[in-house]
């Protein structure tokens, strides 16, 4: 532990820990904390969390899954990130094929 309190953890460190692609972890940081996201410092341009914010983040992911498991149906849950629609290779879809001479 360094002089000033706990090491700042990368955004490898979160994701191994989380159990998800480092990607995830930058959406999550993108979000804000209101919205369910994980809380974040930038530090020379590059991602860092406080350990105590990451167990925090997983406190109210827990709380918040257990709240929206009785909820009605008609509520939605806080936060939610869908994937940008993929074409077949996984690529995002930007432009549709044309054929020729129609």
Excluded: H, W
């Excluded at 930058?26 to 105590?52: D, I, M, N, T, W």
């Excluded at 990451?54 to 849950?77: H, K, M, S, W």
């Amino acid at each position: 532990m360094s002089p000033l309190g706990e090491r700042l953890l990368t955004a490898d460190e979160v994701a191994a820990f989380l159990s998800v692609k480092r990607k995830r972890v930058y959406e999550l940081a993108a979000l804000s904390p209101e919205k369910g996201g994980l809380p974040c410092v930038r530090v020379l341009g590059q991602l860092r969390f406080k350990p105590e914010t990451v167990r925090e983040f997983i406190d109210r992911q827990l709380a918040r899954g257990v709240a929206t498991a009785g909820a009605p149906a008609d509520q939605e849950p806080e936060a939610v990130i869908t994937a940008p629609a993929t074409g077949q290779r996984g690529r995002p879809r930007t432009r549709r094929r044309v054929r020729a001479g129609l």
